[in-house]
């Protein structure tokens, strides 16, 4: 079993770009969640995909957005990059009743 | 609005001690609460979870207990290691279900000495 696999592994931009992030989840798991962790902070959700559709969304603006693909796979889209949305972009999987969440390797983004 | 607080923000303790983290929520109304290891510019590892209805759960040298009504958790780890450096992150989900999301704290920097 991989685990829950993320990519890339850091990623540089510059102000104003955009930037997809993708996440493959743990096998058997349906549900991805997103969640941005900022230096020093705890991880702060994101939003949460289960069928294909975004069923929570954490206080973040529009520019951040996503997909879940039908292999249960998922996107993580940020538009019109700022320099405060430099972090690292955690990825987290699960199933079942108790939705016990397992993160993946996270993708660190710079936005120069 | 929940609030995840974990204090202090950073511990420093010789190989071979007995340690407590704490953890302390201000809704007592969650689903689970789940405790996480992360080293440091990596993803997070799973340590423990507890559901609601529990008060404690066991992985080898480590124990999590969760007191609810007071809204508090301790992660205790018995005769800590090296190896055993990293930041403990806690994190609760609310009780409106299993797919609620995960409120974290900022998370204690543990530092075991040789």
């Known amino acids: 079993d991989a685990g829950v696999t993320q990519s890339p592994t850091h990623l540089i931009k510059t102000r104003g770009q955009q930037v997809t992030l993708r996440c493959s989840p743990k096998?058997?798991?349906?549900?991805v969640s997103w969640y941005q962790q900022a230096l020093g902070q705890g991880p702060q959700f994101i939003f949460q995909?289960?069928?294909?559709?975004?069923?929570q969304r954490g206080n973040f603006p529009d520019r951040f957005s996503g997909h879940q693909f039908p292999n249960y796979s998922s996107e993580l889209n940020v538009n019109a990059l700022l320099l405060g949305d430099s972090a690292l972009y955690l990825c987290a999987s699960s199933s079942g009743t108790f939705n016990e969440q397992f993160f993946g390797p996270g993708t660190r983004l710079t936005v120069l | 609005k929940q609030e995840v607080t974990q204090i202090p923000a950073a511990l420093s303790v010789p190989e071979g001690e007995n340690l407590v983290l704490n953890c302390s929520f201000t809704?007592?109304?969650?689903?689970?609460l789940q405790w996480f290891r992360q080293d440091p510019g990596k993803g997070l590892t799973s340590l423990l979870l507890i559901q609601s209805s529990q008060r404690e759960q066991t992985s080898g040298r480590l124990n999590a207990s969760l007191d609810k009504s007071s809204g508090r958790s301790t992660l205790y780890i018995a005769a800590s290691q090296p190896g055993d450096s990293a930041t403990y992150l806690c994190a609760v989900r609310r009780n409106t279900g299993a797919n609620s999301k995960l409120t974290f704290g900022k998370g204690i920097t543990l530092s075991v000495r040789p």
């Open positions: 096998s058997g798991h349906d549900t």
């Open positions: 809704d007592s109304a969650i689903y689970n």
């Open positions: 995909y289960y069928e294909e559709e975004e069923r």
